[in-house]
């Protein structure tokens, strides 16, 4: 069985193009998550806004007038001062006491400001405050304050109010030009501008969540998208049916039936496709990841093949695949003894075939549950029995565990003629397909094709059955044309 003429050569995008998609990809799929985000982050907005009080601001203008003396360094460092002194604990507190507001020289200190233009003899007290008379009152009792401040901490006798401007003429270097006013519209509570910032806020939010959701979890959806990360076809898109979530069976008898027109085109790339001057022969079924439905696609395409008249056998070899305790139920209806059996050394591997009740289709079970399932499928006896299987049948479909859960497929797919990757809509990701296709590439292995399996995604999931049992036996003892209702084991 020679596999050097056969199969697809994929070459998984690894540029920035598949970056872009997949942000674009999880821009789409997580649209609704991008909208949530966006509302929520306006309602936030809307809602901090109407608990916002208003703040009113007022500002006092004074004018410093300079000395004849001073130089331009000097009138620099006195403005620099007045500055400071303005929300100084002092010249508030005597403002306070002036103005006799109700506020503790903290607050008072917290809700003013001062500053003054660089090269200017003009400074400017402004004060906030939830109350536009109050913030008025503030800044003109600090403006009002500083002059005397100033003569105070300059060593000359305070000046009193009622004294002549002659006596106060030298101590007095400040003048308010500029009362405070009270502020009668405020600010706080700007609706339009906070919630406008609440949705921005928002979409950044969900837009960052779908960045790292199409970062880590890009996973995989219709058929285009993935030929174009493969830069290759896929061989057949399956898309999701009842009955296929019920029994794990395509119902291949309705003729509406979109899953078995998939397989029956899967079919013919399987029969049309030539591996030297023989037809394909064997050919490995496998998951990229657990759960993509490699058991039923390996079962439906033995069924599909079967009914065109082929003879075909279905062997599991999935191993490492389930539990090893579901080979032994107590309503188990194929023989404990199969592929395992054999590899261990025991008589041949046709010994294990057992015929279903659907025509022209055989059977052969994994067989007791093992331990180094690699090394005995590496072993010759494994060669030597599927070359034996390949002589009796027209077909030989190996239903094998994931490649991310085994090596198994590496092993199986240089015995056999190709392998045939199975990816799940909605639950495969691309990085995980990407990583499939390159461990069978470097590993010299044929490939196939892609089937995009369970497409577009149920409520349900695709194959996904709680009962957990091999592949043969579902089909074991099944009447032909009557309803199948044995779930197929838990896909791999």
Not at 298 to 322: H, K, M, Q, T
Not at 471 to 482: E, N, S, Y
Request: proline share 5%.
């Amino acid at each position: 069985m020679s596999n050097s003429a056969v199969g697809v050569t994929y070459r998984p995008d690894t540029t920035g193009n598949e970056w872009l998609r997949s942000t674009a990809g999880a821009i789409r799929d997580h649209w609704i998550v991008i909208v949530v985000c966006a509302l929520v982050g306006g309602l936030v907005g809307l809602v901090l806004t109407t608990q916002q009080t208003p703040m009113y601001e007022s500002s006092a203008t004074i004018y410093q007038t300079p000395r004849p003396a001073d130089s331009d360094s000097v009138s620099r460092q006195r403005t620099e001062a007045y500055t400071e002194l303005l929300t100084s604990d002092r010249l508030i507190a005597t403002a306070l006491a002036q103005s006799g507001l109700s506020m503790s020289i903290g607050e008072a200190r917290d809700a003013t400001t001062a500053g003054a233009n660089t090269g200017s003899a003009i400074l400017t007290v402004t004060t906030r405050t939830d109350d536009p008379q109050t913030s008025a009152r503030l800044a003109n009792a600090l403006a009002d304050a500083l002059p005397a401040t100033v003569t105070a901490l300059d060593g000359d006798q305070p000046a009193t109010p009622g004294a002549g401007d002659d006596a106060n003429a030298d101590q007095v270097r400040l003048s308010v030009i500029t009362p405070a006013v009270p502020d009668g519209q405020g600010e706080g509570r700007n609706f339009g501008r906070n919630i406008a910032l609440g949705v921005v806020a928002g979409l950044l939010v969900g837009l960052l969540y779908a960045y790292v959701r199409g970062l880590v979890g890009r996973r995989v959806r219709d058929e285009a998208e993935v030929s174009r990360f493969l830069s290759g076809p896929v061989l057949a898109t399956i898309p999701s049916e009842k009955s296929l979530g019920t029994s794990g069976l395509v119902d291949y008898r309705g003729p509406d039936s979109r899953a078995a027109q998939a397989l029956r085109r899967l079919r013919t790339a399987v029969t049309g496709r030539e591996s030297g001057p023989a037809t394909l022969r064997s050919i490995v079924v496998t998951g990229a990841t657990p759960g993509d439905g490699s058991t039923t696609v390996a079962v439906n395409l033995a069924i599909a093949l079967a009914d065109s008249g082929s003879e075909v056998v279905l062997v599991d070899a999935a191993l490492d695949g389930r539990p090893a305790g579901s080979r032994h139920a107590a309503d188990a209806v194929s023989s404990t003894e199969g592929l395992t059996t054999y590899l261990n050394g025991r008589g041949r591997l046709g010994e294990f075939i057992s015929r279903s009740s659907r025509p022209h289709l055989s059977l052969v079970p994994a067989g007791p549950a093992i331990g180094n399932s690699s090394e005995l499928l590496a072993s010759e006896r494994l060669s030597d029995g599927l070359a034996e299987l390949a002589e009796q049948f027209d077909h030989v479909i190996v239903d094998s565990a994931s490649l991310q859960d085994s090596s198994d497929p590496l092993v199986l797919g240089r015995i056999a003629d190709a392998v045939l990757v199975i990816a799940r809509s909605g639950h495969t990701r691309y990085v995980d397909l990407r990583t499939a296709v390159e461990r069978l590439s470097l590993a010299d292995v044929a490939i196939l094709g892609v089937v995009l399996n369970g497409s577009p995604r149920p409520a349900w999931q695709f194959g996904r059955t709680a009962a957990g049992r091999p592949a043969d036996q579902v089909l074991a003892d099944v009447p032909p044309g009557t309803a199948i209702d044995t779930p197929l084991p838990q896909d791999r």
